[in-house]
Nanobody, 124 residues
């Protein structure tokens, strides 16, 4: 099991940048696919970006491709999501999640461990 704690959310103007960080604890972090999801009220959590446990493989939702960058440091047990050129439609609660065996495009049901979420608000 992996315990996850997100940080870095906040309020930013459209066009600005934010970096979300996820600190993990647990023995299986370095073997886990890590994902960042976001959720609007009343909707399912949607995959924003994911990164393989090694080798650098990544996946991005079309809505964030070219603007967001996911990275991980297995030695420090962290996963970051750098968000650039933010838009009002990026406003959501963002969650970090871990899955021991999951393809990069997997939806939220494939992930077992979740952080508490962090709010990102982009003003127009």
């Amino acid at each position: 099991q992996v315990r996850l704690v997100e940080s870095g959310g906040g309020l930013v103007e459209a066009g600005g940048s934010l970096t979300l960080s996820c600190a993990a604890s647990g023995r299986t972090f370095s073997q886990s696919t890590m994902g960042w999801f976001r959720q609007d009220p009343g909707e399912e959590r949607k995959l924003v970006a994911s990164i393989a446990w090694r080798g650098g493989g990544t996946f991005y939702a079309d809505s964030v491709k070219g603007r967001f960058i996911i990275s991980r440091d297995n030695a420090k047990k962290t996963v970051d999501l750098q968000m650039n050129s933010l838009k009002p439609e990026d406003t959501a609660v963002y969650y970090c999640a871990a899955a021991l065996t999951a393809p990069l495009r997997s939806g939220w049901r494939a992930y077992r461990d979740w952080g508490q979420g962090t709010q990102v608000t982009v003003s127009s």
